[in-house]
């Protein structure tokens, strides 16, 4: 067990060394780029395109990383497909409001909070942006009154 916890901690303090050293790479290569940016535009502007360089590789190492946790999703047979029954227009609305109305009221009973700094910012929204309120006056079928 001793050997065990002994090649543990060597192999973390190796995966440490390895991510202060890609930190640092990464530094430098962003340093690269802002100092041949700088050569062809302003400075400012050299240094938030490198800064947008940045937060891009970072969002897509996110999502990569995110894509390779997840479980992948379960795929129904082919058979289960064709025996499902047809669902009318009325009935499949009423399905995905009944589910996302349930995930939505869990979700904000959980966090209220966060629930109601959300109903503030789309009363806000609502309340200023009249093409807004319109769109969502069409999407509920009311007429604009």
Known sequence: MERLVMRFALALGVVLVAAIFLAGAAG???AALYLYLAT?????GAAALTGFAALAVMGVLLITGRLAVMKPASRLPATSVAAAPA????QLAQAISTLLGT???KTFQDHPKSA???S???GLALGISPSL?????GLIGTQKP
């Open 40 to 44: 062809l535009m302003s400075p400012a």
């Open 87 to 90: 669902l009318d227009e009325t």
């Open 28 to 30: 430098f290569l962003c």
């Open 103 to 105: 995930e939505l009221g």
């Open 116 to 118: 109601a700094a959300v």
């Open 133 to 137: 309120r319109g769109l969502l006056l």
């Open 120 to 122: 503030l910012a789309a």
